[in-house]
């Protein structure tokens, strides 16, 4: 088993920046990259970005590409994601996720409970 807690949301004004924080434990999570997912209200949940443990290697959605950066702490065994210029439409619900480093829901196999960003314009 693989736990997942996400921290570091909140509200904050159009142009600003958050960094997420996704804490894992687990006897194997190292097994696994690490993603971020969003859900906004009424919508479906989408890929935002993923790392893979061993070889760092990242990927982005496009609207957040040259905005939001991923990147995880081994010793810490904490992921991270620095969200800048943020934009209205970036709030959302935000899940870090442990599974295969694909932009697809299914390839992911443990889930964080989720921390609410909120962007005012």
């Known amino acids: 088993q693989v736990q997942l807690v996400e921290s570091g949301g909140g509200l904050v004004q159009a142009g600003g920046s958050l960094r997420l924080s996704c804490a894992a434990s687990?006897?194997?999570?190292?097994?696994?990259?690490m993603g971020w997912f969003r859900q906004a209200p009424g919508k479906e949940r989408e890929f935002v970005a993923a790392?893979?443990?061993?070889?760092?290697?990242?990927s982005y959605a496009d609207s957040v590409k040259a905005r939001f950066t991923i990147s995880r702490d081994n010793a810490k065994n904490t992921g991270y994601l620095q969200m800048n210029s943020l934009k209205a439409e970036d709030t959302a619900i935000y899940y870090c996720?442990?599974?295969?480093?694909?932009?697809?829901?299914?390839?992911?196999?443990?889930w964080g409970q989720g921390t609410q960003v909120t962007v005012s314009s």
């Open positions: 996720a442990a599974g295969d480093g694909s932009p697809r829901l299914y390839d992911y196999f443990f």
């Open positions: 687990g006897r194997t999570f190292r097994n696994y990259a």
């Open positions: 790392i893979i443990w061993g070889a760092g290697s990242t």
